[in-house]
Nanobody
Framework: QVRLVESGGGLVQPGGSVRLSCAAS????????VGWFRQAPGKKREGVAC????????TYKDSVKGRFTISRDNANNTVYLQMNSLKPEDTANYYC????????????????????WGQGTQVTVSW
């Protein structure tokens, strides 16, 4: 059974850091580009950071460049999102997902190109 499980969210103060993990089971994650997405109440789901199957291509949403870092550990079937200098506007439910196409070259980052969504992990940035 293909499954992605996100973890690592929580309450963090502005300027703080958190690392999210996306653990895959039932398949080999290294065959797919992986994306982190977020959705805040009343807003559309948006791509935050995406990484190609090899890790050679990465795409970031403009507002997180320089603050967030996506990485992958294919040996452990896990993708991470390191989030630094967090802002209240980063508050959202964060999801990971895999590209529809195996071995897609590149790191496209639109939600419609992804599937096998996890259940999400909530990140709240507040005092």
């Amino acid at each position: 059974q293909v499954r992605l499980v996100e973890s690592g969210g929580g309450l963090v103060q502005p300027g703080g850091s958190v690392r999210l993990s996306c653990a895959a089971s039932g398949f080999k994650l290294d065959a797919y580009a992986v994306g982190w997405f977020r959705q805040a109440p009343g807003k559309k789901r948006e791509g935050v950071a995406c990484i190609s199957s090899t890790g050679g291509d990465i795409t970031y949403k403009d507002s997180v460049k320089g603050r967030f870092t996506i990485s992958r550990d294919n040996a452990n079937n896990t993708v991470y999102l390191q989030m630094n200098s967090l802002k209240p506007e980063d508050t959202a439910n964060y999801y990971c997902a895999i590209d529809y196409v195996m071995f897609w070259k590149g790191a496209r980052c639109g939600p419609n190109d992804y599937s096998a969504w996890g259940q999400g992990t909530q990140v709240t940035v507040s005092w």
